[in-house]
């Protein structure tokens, strides 16, 4: 408090669950001491009865009391994109606004970026689809000791055939040993990653499944592997599988970009626009060389790939109806093109003109290096 100099300062605010599934609260200020030096100090967390917006705030309330600190002093909030926190109506940050009308909310970037991808996926089937497939063979595949090691041996002769083929370099650091990378919902980069290794580790991990369909203890384990097994080795699911490898290894640079603490402003905004334009260039070159290479995927593991040519059958309705469109044309216009568009369309909500100009004038305001930065064009 004494650092503080009772000067402005901003919040940061998180909730979670103790070890007793407890409700707490963790609070952050951020501020400027007395050197002139940006510091975030951890001040205190908070039990609190439940998560609502308004109990969130009686509490920060409360404890801000304690240190004789006044909401009339907060200069920006920031949360994470959860109604509670961020509602217009009823969130702790317009709760807060009212109290003090220039404690403006940011929401941090690369939350908001991951925001983008949750958004996509609980729009499109496919993706939805797959993000639950891959968890659950990972999860019987990873599901004891012996299945792992299972895996790493089959990964090792795999490997050690391709090498002898020269199919692979050879190099210090290269063609390290592959783990079962499990994504959280909340770390969309652990996905790509997840879906990256998951092609790298294919022919092993259906290796696995096939011995579990004959050696499982319980019917139950081998009904789930032989369904897996099936799912796995299926045009549609190599398809996705590459097409997200591509879409979030374009995204994932970006993601680890925002995350840096050394990060600007004006550079994040210009890391948001080259991530759009590679979408889009994705989108208008790309496809049909991702088609040939999902095909020559399906070649290498005995995966039957359709006609193209051939009219669509929409497997979740009856045989007799018949699509008036090309396999093709499905997984050009109602899978590749639908995907990066609606990736582009968040990302455009989320980083939209306004903001992006916004962000560009306070970066404009950089003190670094005597304000080189200041453009009072921009500002």
């Excluded at 081998?222 to 599988?241: D, H, I, N």
Aim: hydrophobic content about 40%.
């Amino acid at each position: 408090m004494d650092d503080l100099n009772g000067d402005f300062f901003a919040l940061l605010v998180d909730e979670s669950c103790d070890v007793l599934r407890k409700e707490q609260l963790t609070i952050i200020l951020r501020y400027v001491n007395r050197c002139g030096s940006v510091v975030e100090h951890f001040i205190g967390i908070v039990h609190v009865r439940n998560t609502s917006a308004l109990c969130l705030k009686e509490a920060i309330v409360d404890y801000h009391a304690q240190h004789s600190l006044s909401l009339s002093y907060v200069r920006g909030q920031c949360y994470d994109g959860a109604s509670n926190m961020q509602g217009d109506l009823r969130g702790l940050k317009t709760l807060i606004q009212q109290e003090s009308k220039s404690a403006y909310s940011i929401h941090c970037f690369a939350h908001q970026f991951q925001l983008t991808l949750v958004a996509v996926s609980k729009k499109c089937l496919e993706v939805g689809e797959l993000v639950l497939l891959v968890s659950n063979v990972l999860n019987i595949v990873g599901g004891s000791f012996k299945r792992m090691d299972d895996l790493r041996e089959s990964q090792a002769e795999k490997v050690q055939e391709v090498l002898d083929m020269g199919e692979l370099e050879t190099s210090r650091g290269l063609n390290q040993e592959l783990g079962l990378a499990r994504a959280a919902d909340t770390r969309w980069g652990s996905h790509y990653k997840s879906f990256k290794n998951f092609i790298s580790m294919f022919g092993s991990i259906i290796d696995v499944l096939d011995t579990i369909v004959v050696d499982a203890r319980t019917l139950e384990e081998r009904a789930k592997a032989k369904g897996y097994l099936s799912t796995c080795q299926t045009f549609e699911v190599a398809f996705m599988l590459h097409l997200m490898r591509d879409v979030l290894g374009i995204t994932n640079e970006l993601n680890t970009s925002l995350q840096k603490k050394e990060q600007d402003i004006a550079n994040a905004i210009l890391l948001v626009e080259v991530a759009k334009k590679r979408l889009q260039k994705l989108r208008e070159e790309e496809c049909d060389s991702l088609i040939d290479k999902v095909s020559a995927f399906c070649v290498k593991y005995n995966i039957l790939i359709p006609n193209f040519d051939d009219f669509y059958v929409n497997s979740e309705r009856s045989r007799r109806k018949v699509a008036d469109y090309t396999i093709l044309h499905h997984y050009r216009a109602d899978i590749f093109f639908k995907i990066i568009d609606w990736q582009v369309q968040e990302l455009n909500a989320r980083f939209n003109e306004v903001t992006t100009n916004l962000l560009v004038g306070i970066a404009c305001l950089n003190p670094v290096d005597s304000f080189s930065s200041f453009d009072i064009n921009k500002f």
